[in-house]
């Protein structure tokens, strides 16, 4: 009995050293903290894009009017808001026209501009229009005006 007891023995605390190696590392863990950040750019707005077409007879003093539909576009990836559009008779820089002799912006009247103020989504447009008219100045000769191009220029924002 005395050998089953010593190889008991050894079984037991062979096992037992074996558990504690194994059960030990199970258990085994270092401990740490951390902390994290990060950034990110937030975009800007983009310009909007302005598009027009012209219906009506073509203009002469105090004559008809004609009326010029424009869409606003907002080519950006966001939500860009519309507030205010201004149309005048100018050039593409918005500086006074005088390129045909006898004849000028001050020879035009522009309405006021009607449209919807409102957020325009990524890509989306809006709608609206103004009024042209060649207005009659008496006692001015406006034959400068006959066949000229009549620039408008629009700015939105």
């Not at 062979?14 to 190696?21: G, H, K």
């Not at 194994?22 to 994290?36: E, P, V």
């Not at 606003?72 to 008779?89: E, I, M, R, Y």
Request: glycine share 12%; proline share 5%.
């Amino acid at each position: 009995m005395s050998k089953v007891t010593g190889r008991k023995k050894r079984i037991i605390i062979t096992t037992a050293a074996l558990l504690a190696v194994g059960g030990g590392a199970a258990f085994a863990y270092w401990t740490a903290t951390g902390t994290g950040n990060t950034t990110t750019t937030a975009g800007s707005s983009t310009n909007f894009t302005i598009t027009s077409t012209v219906a009506g007879d073509p203009l002469s003093p105090g004559g008809p009017t004609q009326t010029v539909t424009f869409t606003v576009t907002n080519p950006g990836t966001g939500v860009q808001k519309l507030s205010t559009v201004a149309a005048t008779v100018a050039t593409t820089t918005g500086a006074a026209w005088t390129a045909v002799a006898g004849c000028s912006a001050a020879d035009f009247a522009v309405g006021d501009p009607t449209f919807t103020v409102t957020e325009i989504p990524a890509n989306g447009t809006v709608v609206g229009t103004v009024t042209l008219q060649m207005i009659d100045r008496p006692g001015v000769s406006q034959d400068g005006c006959k066949n000229a191009t009549v620039p408008l220029h629009f700015v939105a924002s």
